[in-house]
């Protein structure tokens, strides 16, 4: 089994032999870290802004998170094939050998609850989960949302989309929120109207890297047809001004989902509060620089400026210390 994107070099802890060695919890978490520490994100995670006590416990969650996304985005075949997006097309091949790669780290999700995980992220999991009394639930549907990654990579309706990040992006929050030690079904429901804001605004932010890197289109067919917005515009970064309108609609429904779930951040204490205030209104100024682009996001990627981050930062420590974490910033 060929090792993922991200996921470290150490052919051992493949998993697929049954044999692994002992792996030392310590060695497990740092493990974690340096993959949290060495990805990519719009903010990164952990850092000063999450309760050092927390930030192991953050930073498993996080790679196992990431590694379930590069399972399902990034491992190839040996054989040398990729996952080719001309003319939306998604390799049966690439896809067959990314479910079994899903597989394998759902037999190892089942070991970090009832046996001796063979993966440094899982045996940090497995401490965490225990620590905190997480279920498997949101685990189990992040594995999901990959293998349904590996369909058509196509959305009829918006009501679809915003299905799917009950499995993409929701469990992130919920997982979240078990760290801090909050499970009612209120901040739940909040935080999901939050996770799904971010992961819309995220595909709204990608419609080109989606379509091109990985043969997906999350805006919905029916929303494409009624605003004429052909995926061969997708294809050729036709920019139109249908599509431009597309988008903008696209955008003030995830804007209205960061409104409505932005309660939950006055809802909780001050430790859990610095960080998702600081991702809801990240979200929120990312839709602010699609807007600024006039939703043109075919021709460039929007993205925020280390300055404008260090603003965000500076803004949400500010409302989170002082408990104004209900309101957004408006554009």
Known sequence: MSTPTGAGTAPNYSGITGNAPTIDLADAYEFCGRLARTHYENFNVGGWITPRVKLPHVYAIYAWCRMVDDLGDETNPDSGLVQSASEGF??????????????????????????????????????TVQKFEIPQDPFRRLIHANR???GSGRFDTLDDVTEYCTYSANPVGHLFLYLFGYSDPERQRLADQTCTALQLTNFWQDVSRDYHDRGRIY?????MAQFGVAESDIASANASSEFRTLLSHECAYARRLFQEGAPLVGSLDRKARL?????????????????HRNYDVLTQR????????????????????VGLGYGLPSR
């Open 275 to 291: 960080p998702v205030a600081l991702f809801t209104r990240g979200g929120v100024a990312v839709l602010d620089a699609i807007h």
């Open 302 to 321: 929007p993205y925020l400026s280390k300055g404008k981050k260090a603003w965000l930062l500076a803004s949400a420590w500010f409302c989170s210390r």
């Open 148 to 150: 349904l990654d590996q």
């Open 90 to 127: 998604i390799n049966p091949a690439v896809s067959q050998h990314r479910l079994a790669q899903l597989e394998w780290w759902e037999s190892e999700l089942h070991l970090v609850y009832s046996g001796r995980p063979t993966h440094p992220i899982s045996v940090a999991v497995q401490h």
């Open 219 to 223: 805006l919905p067919r029916q929303d």
